[in-house]
């Protein structure tokens, strides 16, 4: 149920393991896609894999589910504007696959949920389908009735290494009961090489949760430093480089921000789920949000002074080498500086065609890297991608260069 950055190179992989695998998508043009074997995402490796998976008649995409062994949920689980997790997809996905359930059903949820979201689709199931014994932690199944077995396995893969990582990760298993954990066990066990370590729903739930988050703590300890290497004339990767070379610290990367649609998201489920009490969490997640304002704020003092000032940010994307724009820091840095109207703002971005719906409309030009680096007066370097990485740097040296990831070291 899914067929966006997990569901679909799961379902492609589940079907060249030889699994037959029916991905279920709520849009026409992704399934229409896929049927022809064509992928609608970025990532390496994925268009051959779904081709061959699509060709060998071992994958189809459809709009709706149909009876099956195993269901996959990989459906996205967004922040509402208030910072609480939105699981109508989840809620959607679970109602679409409710009346195909049969005894002996086993229901996975992969996509990231706040803690109880798996018990919260063994009551939904338990209501829709009164005709089957719902999993129980209470061991109150009665013995001989018809149930189904549910339980969450977080995807722990990262964009750009998804197919690597969807066999070699260690996956973590959590049963509402144990015999749940058991059979998702044994599913993941059949094309995962990584150790397969079983736990219960609300442990799985919050331990892929906590992984995140230790990222997003950890990434805010760099942009901390490297707002403060600013003020004390320090240069923050050398200064990591050299506090990483002690066996016990390894403090991870600053840059404009933290994106995408995980590490900027899950805390925020962790923090929801308790009431707002968790002050680290929530002060990491302002010292990210800080770093990004604070590029833009470096840009408008460089603007100052400068006719017709003309800026162009490298990358657009929320990480290195991918084409996903969504909760980005530089789409936020270019929307903001065009906001403001700093200048004219080029964006490069080698990963997409043509410039999401906002940011076109904001003003910003899409334009290739000669092109930027000929006009601008400003560059601000937001996202290391592979392209960029041979950028001419004596072309740059009549111009104001800010560096936030690293890029021209
Ligand atoms: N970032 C930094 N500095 C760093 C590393 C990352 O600023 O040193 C930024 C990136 O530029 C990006 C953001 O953090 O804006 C997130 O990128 P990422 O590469 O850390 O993570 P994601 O969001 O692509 O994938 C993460 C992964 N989680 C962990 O590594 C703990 C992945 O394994 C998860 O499956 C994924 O979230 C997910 O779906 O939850």
Partial sequence: MGLGYIGLPTASLLATKGFDVLGVDVNTKTVDR?????????????????????QSGQLTASLEPATADIYIIAVPTPLSADNRPELSYVEAATRAVAPFLTASSLVILESTSPIGTTEKIGRWLAELRPDLAA???????????NRFFLAHCPERVLPGR???????????????????????????????????????????????????????????????????????GIDVWRLIDIANHHPRVQILKPGPGVGGHCIPIDPWFIIDSAGGDAPLLKAARGVNQTKTSRVVEDVQSKVEGLTDPVIACLGLSYKNDVDDLRESPSVEIALQLAASQAGTILAVEPNIVELPAKLDASGVKLVDLETAIAHADIIVALVKHREFLDVNHGALASKVVIDTCGLLR
């Fill in 135 to 145: 999993p129980s932690n209470e061991d109150s199944n009665p013995p001989g009735r």
């Fill in 162 to 232: 998804i197919l690597e990582e969807l066999v070699q990760n260690d996956r973590v298993v959590g049963g509402i009961d144990a015999e749940s954990t058991a059979r998702a066990h044994d599913f993941y066990r059949s094309f995962v090489a990584g150790e397969i370590v079983k736990t219960d729903a609300r442990t799985a739930e919050m331990a892929k949760l906590t992984e995140n988050a230790f990222r997003d703590v950890n990434i805010a300890l760099a942009n901390e430093l490297s707002m403060l290497c600013e003020r004390f």
């Fill in 34 to 54: 896929i049927n022809l074997g064509e992928i609608h995402i970025v990532e390496p490796g994925l268009d051959i894999l779904v081709r061959s998976a699509v």
